[in-house]
């Protein structure tokens, strides 16, 4: 079981994202923006986060340089799930050191695969 944290600014896609997280056995930390994102993940040290990018004040792109800058935090693999979904925005975010980049609606076999994999699965 892994301790995954969810940051999205949507509490219909915390839900969502924390039942399929969940349903696959994991322990779940959720963060409402990339500020707060940037502080669990500081405080809790995940095995793995879900990154959403859109989120007002900082945005996932910008959490996720923050934590990869942290040395405590460095080695988390991120996932990015987002609504963005132009190949500019696919590019920039595995830029950031991105394990995958998934785009919503999600589809959960993705999820799940991206997941396990970015895990050492």
């Known amino acids: ?9 949507s509490e219909s896609q915390l839900y969502s ?9 994991h322990q779940v930390v959720t963060a409402a923006n990339g500020e707060e994102g940037v502080e669990k993940a500081i405080a809790e040290v995940p095995d793995l986060i879900l990154m959403d990018v859109v989120m007002p004040g900082l945005n996932g ?3 996720t340089r923050k934590i990869s800058k942290n040395e405590s935090t460095a080695d988390i693999p991120v996932i990015f799930v987002t609504t963005k979904d132009q190949e500019t925005d696919r590019i920039w975010g595995m830029r950031q050191g ?4 998934i785009t919503k ?5 993705v999820l799940l695969d991206a997941m396990d994999k970015a895990l050492g699965g």
């Open 17 to 25: 994202l924390s039942q399929i997280v969940e349903g696959a056995g």
């Open 61 to 63: 792109f910008q959490a």
């Open 1 to 9: 079981m892994a301790k995954v944290l969810i940051v999205d600014d």
């Open 105 to 109: 609606p999600i589809d959960k076999k």
């Open 98 to 101: 991105a394990a995958a980049y």
